[in-house]
């Protein structure tokens, strides 16, 4: 007698619908239909947006090279202010990264700072920047002061979370050999995050080279200020010339980091 084998379907249906995320897509999709209703959304705006935007671009080109001298001039202010907070931010956010992660210290230690990431982390550059600006007055200090705090608020973040993901056996293999807190530090945690932070650090450079622009817009120096100014003249040319001098020294900036990443990663 032959068995008799089961071909019916299996009892349920193998993809049970997630009625809670259908729920919030549609919330979501009610939410954004919402937000165009309150703005002040019209198809007119956005077409007369696009006719304005061509005779904006229709004035900046052939871009004006005849300011050369102050382009260079901001460029080399940006650049000072770029390297000074990133080299600041970094040494500084290495302690506090180190003690906000929560599988080496305790947790009041940890909590506190990430307190202060948290608070570095709550406002824009550029509002920083104008505090800074109230603060101490114009120029290039005022940019180089919002920076870092920028910087610690991100590469502390990032640097926390990637001693928290490290493997604790190499930890306690260290701490067996009877090695100082310090040597635990330097020999069971710093090899096994550096790439992660050389990633961290390059990426905050390159950040800091584009905000350093935008620092300059509320008076904390670099090519900002000439920019800025350009715009309220209505040398649309000018502007054009600095821009092409930003997108170069960000691309530029790109491919070192990249050579950068590539050689701590062998």
């Not at 084998?5 to 939410?31: C, I």
């Not at 871009?63 to 260079?72: F, L, R, S, V």
Request: hydrophobic share 55%.
């Amino acid at each position: 007698m032959n068995a008799r084998t089961n071909t019916s379907a299996p009892h349920g249906d193998p993809f049970p619908a997630n009625w809670w995320a259908r729920a919030g897509w549609l919330l979501l999709a009610v939410y954004v239909v919402y937000a165009f209703s309150t703005l002040d959304f019209t198809w007119q705006r956005m077409i007369e947006g696009f006719s304005h935007g061509q005779q904006f671009l229709a004035r900046m080109f052939p871009p004006n090279w005849e300011n050369a001298d102050a382009i260079a001039k901001g460029l080399k202010e940006s650049l000072e202010i770029a390297v000074l907070a990133s080299f600041a931010g970094i040494v500084i956010s290495l302690p506090i990264g180190l003690l906000a992660a929560r599988n080496l210290m305790p947790a009041w230690v940890s909590w506190s700072a990430r307190a202060v990431i948290a608070l570095c982390r709550a406002f824009h550059p550029v509002i920083v920047a104008i505090v800074f600006v109230k603060a101490i007055g114009f120029g290039a200090i005022a940019g180089v002061m919002a920076l870092i705090v920028a910087s610690i608020g991100f590469i502390g973040k990032l640097f926390a979370e990637a001693i928290e993901e490290i493997s604790l056996k190499q930890v306690e293999a260290v701490r067996a050999t009877g090695a100082s807190f310090m040597n635990v530090i330097f020999f069971g945690v710093l090899p096994q995050v550096l790439p992660r932070f050389i990633g961290f650090s390059t990426y905050q450079f390159d950040s800091n080279v584009r905000n350093s622009t935008m620092v300059g817009i509320v008076g904390a120096g670099g090519i900002g200020a000439p920019l800025f100014v350009a715009f309220q003249r209505f040398d649309y040319d000018v502007v054009c010339a600095i821009l092409l001098v930003i997108i170069a020294v960000v691309f530029a900036c790109e491919v070192i980091s990249t050579r950068i990443q590539k050689v701590f990663a062998q």
